[in-house]
C-alpha cells in the first residue's frame, strides 16, 4: 500500500505543477524510487509514457482555458509550456483534431484526459516463479539496432530484426553462447533518458560469451549485477503479460526497484527466461 500511496503523492506533485517545468528528481524523491524506475514502472502501469500523460494533461486544461474568449491563444500556449502559437497548435492538433481557434466555439468535439490515480486493485493470485541471481560482469556479442521505444505490445522494429535474421548468423551467436543466459538471447539496453513516445533504445539479437568478438558483430559489457529472474511458460503474449506483471505487481510488492542496466529475455522451446537487474530501496 505504501508504494501506491508514494506513486500518487508523486503524481499529485505532477498535477499541482503542470504548468511548470516538472522536477523529476522530486517526482523520484516522493515516489520513494529511482527516477529512472519512476518513468519506467509508470509506462507499464499507466499504458502511457510520463512524458505523454503529463501533455496530454496539459492540452486537456488548454482546451478549457480556450472557452475564456478574453484569454488570448498565446497565453494559454505560454502557459503550459509552448514558446510559439505553431508549435502549440501543432501540439494541440495532434491531440485534438482541431485548431486552438476552432477550439473556442461550441459544437466541436474535444478529448479529456483526467488526472491519474493509482488504485489497489485485487485480481486472481496467478504466481509469479522467480530467483534471485548475482552475476558477475559478462559481455553480449550480437547483432544491434538503435530502435524507437515501444512502451507495450509488439515493436515492429524489434519484429523486423528477427525476421532478417538468417539461420547462419543465427547458428554463429549460438556457437558463441557458453556464458548464461544461454543461447540466442534479447538485449533492451541503453533507453532514452526521457522514456519518452520519441525515446529510443539499444536492442542486441545476441549471445552472451567469453569468446572474441567476431569483427561483423557488435558487443555490450554488462557490470556486476543482482538480477530478478522470471521464468515464463507459453506463447509471446505471455511473456508480453509477464513483463507488464513485473512492473505492475511484483516491484510496487517487492521492495526493490530497477537497475540502471539492460533487459534480457532467453527463450527455448516453449519456455523463457525474463532477467531484470534490480537493486533493494
Not at 506533485?13 to 517526482?27: L, S, T
Not at 527516477?35 to 514502472?41: A, G, I, T
Not at 542486441?204 to 522470471?230: Q, R
Not at 506483471?245 to 537497475?259: K, T, V
Request: net charge negative; proline share 4%.
Amino acid at each position: 500500500m505504501d508504494s501506491l500511496e508514494n506513486l500518487n503523492r508523486a503524481i499529485d506533485y505532477i498535477e499541482e505543477n503542470i504548468k511548470e517545468e516538472i522536477d523529476f528528481k522530486e517526482v523520484a524523491r516522493l515516489s520513494h524510487c529511482s527516477e529512472y524506475h519512476f518513468k519506467r514502472m509508470f509506462s507499464f502501469l499507466a499504458g502511457v509514457t510520463l512524458s505523454e500523460y503529463i501533455r496530454r494533461r496539459r492540452l486537456t486544461l488548454a482546451a478549457f482555458d480556450l472557452k475564456d474568449r478574453d484569454v488570448k491563444v498565446i497565453e494559454v500556449a505560454i502557459k503550459y509550456g509552448y514558446h510559439s502559437p505553431d508549435s502549440f497548435t501543432r501540439a494541440f492538433v495532434t491531440l485534438h483534431g482541431i485548431t486552438p481557434s476552432d477550439a473556442r466555439d461550441h459544437g466541436h468535439l474535444l478529448k479529456a484526459y483526467p488526472r491519474m490515480t493509482f488504485q489497489l486493485t485485487i485480481k486472481g493470485g496467478t504466481e509469479m516463479n522467480y530467483r534471485m541471481e548475482q552475476k558477475d560482469a559478462f559481455r553480449i556479442v550480437g547483432v544491434k539496432n538503435r530502435i524507437k521505444l515501444v512502451p507495450t505490445g509488439t515493436n515492429p522494429e524489434i519484429a523486423e530484426m528477427w525476421e532478417k535474421m538468417s539461420e547462419k548468423t543465427m547458428n554463429e551467436l549460438m556457437q558463441l553462447s557458453n556464458v548464461e543466459p544461454n543461447g540466442l538471447i534479447n538485449v533492451c539496453a541503453n533507453f532514452s533518458d526521457d522514456h519518452s513516445s520519441d525515446g529510443e533504445l539499444d536492442y542486441y539479437i545476441a549471445a552472451a560469451t567469453t569468446k572474441e568478438c567476431p569483427s561483423h558483430f557488435d558487443e555490450y559489457h554488462i557490470p556486476a549485477l543482482t538480477w530478478a529472474v522470471f521464468e515464463v511458460e507459453g506463447e509471446w503474449d505471455h511473456v508480453q503479460e509477464t513483463w507488464e506483471r513485473i512492473y505492475s505487481e511484483w516491484f510496487p510488492s517487492s521492495g526493490y526497484e530497477h537497475d540502471a542496466g539492460p533487459e534480457l529475455l532467453a527463450s527455448k522451446e516453449n519456455k523463457s527466461e525474463i532477467w531484470i537487474p534490480v537493486v533493494k530501496i
